[in-house]
Nanobody, 124 residues
Framework: QVQLVESGGGSVQAGGSLRLSCTAFGDAYSIDWMAWFRQAPGKEREGVAAIGAGSTFYADAVKGRFTISRDDTKIMLWLQMDSLEPEDTALYYC???????????????????WGQGTQVTVSS
């Protein structure tokens, strides 16, 4: 079992930066893929970025602005968010794939553990 706890959200003006962190508690050594998702009010939860299989993946909307990284122990996951836009306002979730589930990196069903989310608000 794995428990994920996010931190680092907040309010920032457009053009600013935030760094989200996710700490994995429990059997973190068994985690395969990890990802960040976000959900804005009235919208579906969408994949933002993922790391796994030796590669990183990004949604088109955040390419060149966001950077996902993870430490070698797989205990910590980060999302560096630069040049933030009002459209980035959402609740951001950390997700982990435990046990080698298949699927696309941006598919919610690929991940079987989720954090509670951290709010990011970007004002214009």
């Amino acid at each position: 079992q794995v428990q994920l706890v996010e931190s680092g959200g907040g309010s920032v003006q457009a053009g600013g930066s935030l760094r989200l962190s996710c700490t994995a508690f429990g059997d973190a050594y068994s985690i395969d893929w990890m990802a960040w998702f976000r959900q804005a009010p009235g919208k579906e939860r969408e994949g933002v970025a993922a790391i796994g299989a030796g590669s990183t993946f990004y949604a088109d909307a955040v390419k060149g602005r966001f950077t996902i990284s993870r430490d070698d122990t797989k205990i910590m996951l980060w999302l560096q968010m630069d040049s933030l836009e009002p459209e980035d306002t959402a609740l951001y979730y950390c997700a982990a794939n435990f046990g080698g589930r298949g699927g696309k990196w941006f598919s919610r069903t690929k991940y079987n553990f989720w954090g509670q989310g951290t709010q990011v608000t970007v004002s214009s």
